[in-house]
C-alpha cells in the first residue's frame, strides 16, 4: 500500500538529528557510501524508524549497501542485508512487470476491458464495462479504491480471502468517476491485475512472480507471504514505541502490496528495469509513459512527486527533471514496513530504503539522495538549487474568485476557504489551529507570506479545486517539489430534514467491526472502530461523504492523484432485531451501544454464532477483575480500554490472562462454530 506524506500545505520543518551511529570502516573514503549512510540516518531519524536497510545499484552491481538501528528491541542479533522488509505498494512495479511479461506473450492487451479476461467481474454501476487493463495500472479505473477486508493480517500468508473475495465485494460497488476519467490512487486495480496475470497465465501471483521474476533475475531474497522462507529474517515490527515485536505482517493483497524483499534484492530489481533483462524496451517504454496526463490532472505538475506512469508513482521527479534526467519513483507502506524505491533507467542506476517504522517519503527522499551523490562520482550533476517558489508580485484580485469561498473536502479531511475581495483567502483546516493567509499574485496564484507554497483555484469539468505547488526539503535530504490538487469543493447537500434528523441521532455512536478474521492486524492496532460525527462537518455531510438519505452517506469527490483516494459509500442497516450496523466497501460495523456486558460469573463460553460474525461485550461490571481465556485453534481475542487502545491481543502477543480496564470492550473472532472458554477471578 502506498500512504502519501500528506500535508495540505507544505510546512516549515525544523527536527533536529541525534545520531549515536558508526559509519562503516569501508564506506569512509567512498564518498557515496558516506553519502548513503548520512541520508539513511536522516531519514530513520526524521521518521522515527526501528531500522533501516538500503542498496544502490549501478551497471549491473550492487555497489552500496548498508543498514542502521536495530533488528529487534529485545533480542542481541544484527540487523544485516539479509533481512527482510515488506516493500508496500512498490509490489506493483512487480505486478506491472508481471503484467507486460503477458503482453509481450500476446496474452493481455492493455486497451482491452477487464471483463475479457476476467467475465465474472461486475459491479453495480455499468460502466464497470468500460474498464480496460491499462486502467487498473495507471490507477484511472473509476474505482473506490480500497477493498481492505481480511487484507492486513499477521503471520497469516496462506489466507487468500481478501483477493478471493474482491470480485464478490465489487459487485455491490458503484465506481466514482467515469473510467478513464482522471488517476486517483487504486489499491483495487491492483489487485484485479493480480487475478488477470493468474487467470490469463493459468499459474498463481506468487507462483508467477518467482518463476518469471525473482529466479530469472537471480533474486534470492524476493518472496510472497505463500512463499517458504525463513521468516525470522524479517525486520521486526512495533506498535508506536511498544516493545513487544508483532508476528511477521502479511499483506494477502499481494499485487497491490504484499512482497517482501531485502534493499539489494530491490535495488537489482530495479537495475533490471533499467535494461532489457526483463522486459522489453517497447514495454519499459510504455511503464514510464506519464500516463496521468491521459485524463484530468493538475498543471505545472513536470518533477511532482506524483505523475503516475504504469504502476509508477511518478515519472519524472524534482531535482531530476529539471537536469533532464528521468527519474521513476514509487513510495510502499504496510502498516509496518515503509519503502522509498528510484530508478533512473538512462543511467543505470536504482536505490531501495526500506524501514521498520518510518515514513516512506522520507525513505524516497534518501534513496534521491543517494543516487544524486553516484550521479556526481560520474560528472553528472544535478542541481536542487531551484527548490524555492519563483517571486511574483501582487496585484488586484479579480472579484469573481470570491465566489469559490466555501467548504472543501479530500481524503485527508475538511477546509475552510474563504476568498475576500483584497485578494487574501484564508484556509482554516480541520485540526488546525490558526486558519493561514495566502496573497493573490499576478501570475492567478495564492502564495503565503515566505513564498514558500503557492495556492491555485480551478475549475476543471464543472468541479472547484484549490491546487499547491511547493518544494519541501529536509536537511540532509534531497528536496521534493508538489504539484497536486489537495481539496475540492463540496457540492451541494441534497439529503431532506428527515434524512439529516436520522444522522443527528446516530451523533456519537462508536461502530466496531465485526466481520474481520481473527489473524487481522487491525486488531492489535485498534484500527476496527467508527464513529458517526457531523461536529465539524458542513451541512449534509458526514466528513466529506454526503448524506444522500437516511440511511447513506456517499463519496462526491472527483481528485486526481490521492485527493479522492479510498472512498467508498456508508451504508446503515438494521436487522431484524433492531441491532444497527454500518458497512463500507465490505466491511461491517456493529453499534457498540448494543453490545451486553461480558458474564461475570467464574465460568462461561463464548461460541461464534453461523454468521461468522465476531462477539463483542462490553466489560461492563467486569473492570477489575482478572479474564482468563482459553483460546482455541483458530480464534483469537482481544480487550481494548475506554479509550480503544488495545490492552490484550491473543493472536498477536500470546495474551491469554488480562485484567479488564474500566469501561473497555472485549472481542472474541474466529471461524463459525469456534468456542472460548472463560474464566473470571
Avoid at 108 to 118: E, F, G, H, I, S
Avoid at 364 to 390: F, P
Avoid at 520 to 540: K, M, N, Q, T
Wanted: with cysteine.
Amino acid at each position: 500500500m502506498k500512504q502519501m506524506l500528506k500535508r495540505p500545505l507544505a510546512l516549515a520543518m525544523a527536527l533536529v538529528l541525534a545520531l549515536a551511529l558508526a559509519l562503516p570502516a569501508a564506506a569512509e573514503e567512498d564518498a557515496v557510501a558516506r553519502t548513503a549512510f548520512d541520508a539513511a540516518a536522516a531519514a530513520m531519524t526524521y521518521g522515527g524508524a526501528t531500522s533501516i536497510q538500503y542498496a544502490l545499484w549501478q551497471d549491473g552491481e550492487i555497489t552500496v549497501s548498508g543498514q542502521q538501528g536495530v533488528y529487534s528491541k529485545t533480542e542481541n542479533r544484527a540487523l544485516t542485508a539479509d533481512n527482510l522488509y515488506g516493500v508496500g505498494s512498490v509490489s506493483k512495479v512487480y505486478t506491472t512487470a508481471a503484467m507486460m511479461l503477458l503482453v509481450e506473450e500476446g496474452k493481455v492487451d492493455l486497451d482491452a476491458p477487464v471483463t475479457r479476461y476476467l467475465p465474472e467481474f461486475t459491479m453495480a454501476d455499468s460502466r464497470y464495462k468500460d474498464i480496460t487493463v491499462r486502467m487498473l495500472l495507471n490507477h484511472s479505473s473509476g474505482l473506490m479504491g480500497t477493498t481492505t477486508l481480511n487484507a492486513f493480517l499477521l503471520s497469516d500468508g496462506d489466507n487468500d480471502s481478501a483477493v478471493d473475495g474482491l470480485l464478490s465485494q465489487l459487485k455491490t460497488q458503484t465506481l466514482q468517476a467515469d473510467p478513464g476519467a482522471y488517476s486517483v490512487y487504486c489499491n483495487d486495480g491492483f489487485t484485479l491485475a493480480q487475478l488477470v496475470i493468474e487467470a490469463v497465465s493459468g499459474m498463481g501471483f506468487e507462483e508467477f512472480l518467482r518463476e518469471k521474476i525473482a529466479e530469472p533475475l537471480g533474486l534470492g531474497a524476493t518472496f510472497s507471504p505463500q512463499d517458504d522462507f525463513d521468516r525470522s529474517l524479517l525486520a521486526k515490527t512495533y506498535i508506536g514505541q511498544g516493545t513487544w515485536a508483532l508476528p511477521p505482517e502479511t499483506l494477502t493483497i499481494v499485487g497491490a502490496g504484499g512482497i517482501y524483499a531485502s534493499a539489494e534484492d530491490l535495488a537489482a530489481f530495479g537495475g533490471a528495469l533499467c535494461g532489457t533483462d526483463l522486459l522489453s524496451a517497447e514495454s519499459l517504454a510504455a511503464m514510464e509513459n506519464a500516463e496521468c496526463l491521459r485524463g484530468m490532472w493538475p498543471e505545472d505538475s513536470e518533477g511532482s512527486l506524483l505523475s503516475y506512469g504504469l504502476g509508477w508513482d511518478a515519472v519524472s521527479l524534482y531535482p531530476f527533471s529539471d537536469s533532464g534526467i528521468q527519474a521513476l519513483v514509487k513510495g510502499g507502506d504496510t502498516l509496518s514496513y515503509h519503502c522509498g524505491f528510484l530508478v533512473l533507467p538512462e543511467y543505470d542506476m536504482a536505490a531501495a530504503v526500506l524501514t521498520s517504522g518510518g515514513v516512506s517519503t522520507y525513505n524516497e527522499m534518501a534513496a534521491a539522495t543517494m543516487l544524486m551523490a553516484a550521479l556526481a562520482e560520474e560528472g553528472v550533476a544535478v542541481d536542487a538549487s531551484a527548490a524555492v517558489l519563483d517571486e511574483v508580485a501582487e496585484t488586484a484580485m479579480p472579484a469573481s474568485l470570491t465566489a469559490w469561498s466555501g467548504d472543501y473536502g479530500a481524503a485527508t479531511g475538511l477546509a475552510q476557504v474563504t476568498i475576500a475581495e483584497d485578494g487574501v483567502l484564508s484556509l482554516a483546516m480541520a485540526g488546525v489551529e490558526a486558519p493561514m493567509t495566502f496573497t493573490y499574485r499576478a501570475d492567478g496564484t495564492f502564495r503565503d507570506e515566505g513564498n514558500t507554497v503557492a495556492l491555485r483555484l480551478t475549475e476543471q469539468e464543472g468541479h472547484v479545486y484549490l491546487q499547491q505547488m511547493a518544494y519541501t526539503g529536509l536537511p540532509g535530504l534531497a528536496p521534493f517539489y508538489s504539484a497536486e490538487y489537495v481539496f475540492e469543493k463540496l457540492p451541494q447537500p441534497v439529503a431532506d430534514e428527515e434524512a439529516l434528523a436520522a444522522w443527528e441521532a446516530r451523533e456519537g455512536k462508536i461502530y466496531a467491526q465485526v466481520n474481520e478474521v481473527y489473524t487481522s492486524a487491525l486488531y492489535p492496532f485498534g484500527a476496527l472502530f467508527g464513529a458517526v460525527s457531523l461536529v465539524g462537518s458542513p451541512g449534509g455531510y458526514l466528513s466529506i461523504n454526503r448524506l444522500e438519505d437516511a440511511d447513506t452517506a456517499a463519496p462526491v469527490l472527483q481528485i486526481p492523484g490521492v485527493g479522492s483516494r479510498d472512498a467508498g459509500v456508508i451504508e446503515m442497516i438494521t436487522d431484524e432485531n433492531g441491532v444497527e450496523y454500518m458497512t463500507l466497501n465490505g466491511s461491517v460495523y456493529r453499534d457498540v451501544a448494543t453490545f451486553a456486558p461480558i458474564y461475570g460469573g467464574a465460568r462461561s463460553l463464548c461460541t461464534i454464532q453461523s454468521d461468522g460474525y465476531a462477539r463483542w461485550y462490553d466489560v461492563g461490571e467486569a473492570a477489575g477483575r482478572t479474564m482468563t481465556v482459553t483460546v482455541p485453534e483458530g480464534g483469537g481475542f482481544c480487550v481494548y480500554d475506554g479509550s480503544l487502545q488495545t490492552v490484550a491481543a491473543s493472536w498477536a502477543y500470546g495474551s491469554t490472562t488480562v485484567e479488564l480496564p474500566e469501561d473497555g470492550l472485549v472481542v472474541f473472532a474466529g471461524a463459525a462454530g469456534t468456542v472460548f472458554s472463560v474464566a473470571m477471578a
